[in-house]
């Protein structure tokens, strides 16, 4: 079997609740904006609703590098709302399309770590600048939705690059 969803992950707005671990689902709607029923904080104050950063993506190899490096991270721990599995972390970049069903999304640049990563039980604040400084190049995709609609767990993942849509 090929590249597919591990997990899918939201985590709805929940006043005094920090926005991680995200929360399974079997199925995820993606609109232009993001992922329904998932709030991020950052994202809508902020950067008011930056399309470019509707969807974040986390590979199952980035997460057991770090289980190796003793941090016992789960999928939707360190906040994506895709999971992706058997898909090498060297074929992420800016201009890569991932298409998930019938979703097609394109990767537009790292997600950097943030404090909200010591809110995770195993971090807290005293390990919080380790983990911070541990995800520094491997938090994650983030990605605009080109195409938006229904993705479920389970679904095959095709990865193209920006060479191979120029060639197409």
């Known amino acids: ?6 997990q899918l992950n939201v985590k709805p707005r929940t006043s005094g609740e920090y926005g991680l671990p995200k929360q399974p689902v079997p199925e995820l709607r993606i609109t232009a904006t993001g992922a329904e029923g998932d709030y991020n904080h950052y994202r809508a104050t902020k950067l008011k609703g930056d399309p470019d950063q509707a969807i974040l993506l986390v590979t199952q190899e980035i997460l ?3 289980r190796t490096e003793g941090w016992p991270v789960e999928p939707g721990h360190l906040g994506e709302n895709i999971t992706l599995d058997q ?7 800016p201009g890569t399309r991932v298409r998930v069903e019938e979703v097609l999304l394109e990767v537009t640049k790292p997600c950097d770590p943030c404090t909200e990563l010591h809110s995770l039980p195993y971090v807290g ?3 919080g600048p380790e983990f911070v400084r541990t995800l520094v190049n491997r938090r994650g995709w983030y990605a605009r939705v080109l195409i938006p609609g229904v993705v479920r767990v389970d679904a095959p993942v095709q990865i193209l690059s920006s060479l191979q849509r120029i060639q197409e």
């Open 1 to 6: 079997m090929g590249p597919k969803v591990l």
């Open 125 to 127: 604040a005293r390990r």
């Open 64 to 66: 057991s590098q770090l």
């Open 87 to 93: 898909v090498p972390e060297s074929d992420l970049r």
